[in-house]
């Protein structure tokens, strides 16, 4: 019998439940119960400490209870360790409301609105249709996908961009470094949801914002250490980019004397765009392992020298 264990115990009496129920060969274990710590094949789990990892020495496959992986340190795993993110409706499903709020917001002119409350001013904006505002995404994962389909009902000329390539009907795609520019300059709201990497890591700086429309708005939901701060708050000084929404930040919580609190043209949110669902994780987990035992691909296995 396949053991998993979870390391976080608010999941705990829902997993345990669905896994009694929908997974009999495999016994779960949670932090509350006893267990031998040979036996653990697969741990799920946010960000394992060195300690248990070191723990279980039969471990084949780590899942992350989260879209992400970047909470990792990968060079500290033993390379013969399976490592696979977490991919379950629940996170789809709240990517894509959150995006869509998001982008909502910046093309119906939120933030100006806002200001205009704060100071009792009746300034209506002329209205740009939908079909007239470009939305690019930067990523084109599981993640990517979902918000662009989200988007489509709306009308939006829709467009992405990964480092890997994709095809999407009804979105224009691009690839490669050498087509980001291209990209960029035809996105009157950029989404970030790429993976967070050393490639990718401070992309969002003054030279890639800059080719951006301007006017244009910015929304990262990928990770904090995508973007580089004082050049959107540069960017948003100067006023050309239009404002920012903001639902990751870096550190994480923001201090309370951080300048994106009392900008005008941010809107933050505290990590909250998609949370995983216990029950449609639990689900996604099972099937994985089924798909290992059975010597298939899993769903959202990382590529470990490419870090997604």
Known sequence: MALLYTSDPTRGHIWRAIFAADAPDVAFVDPSQSYDPAAIRYLAAWAPSAELLASLPNLEILFSIGAGIDQFDMSALPPHIRVVRMIEPGIAAGMIEYATMAVLALHRNLIDYREAQKEARWTPIKLKPANERRVGVMGLGNLGQAVLQGLKPFGFPLSGWSRSGAAIEGVTCHA?????????????????????TPETRGILCRDSLSQLPKGAGLINVGRGPHLVEHDLLSLLDERHLSGAVLDVTDPEPLPADHPFWAHPRIMITPHVASMTRSDSAARALIANIRRFSAGQPMDGEVARDRGY
């Not at 490669?176 to 967070?196: K, R, S, Y």
């Open 176 to 196: 490669g470094e050498a087509a980001l520019p291209t990209f960029l300059c035809q996105c009157d709201i950029l989404i970030c949801l790429l993976p967070l």
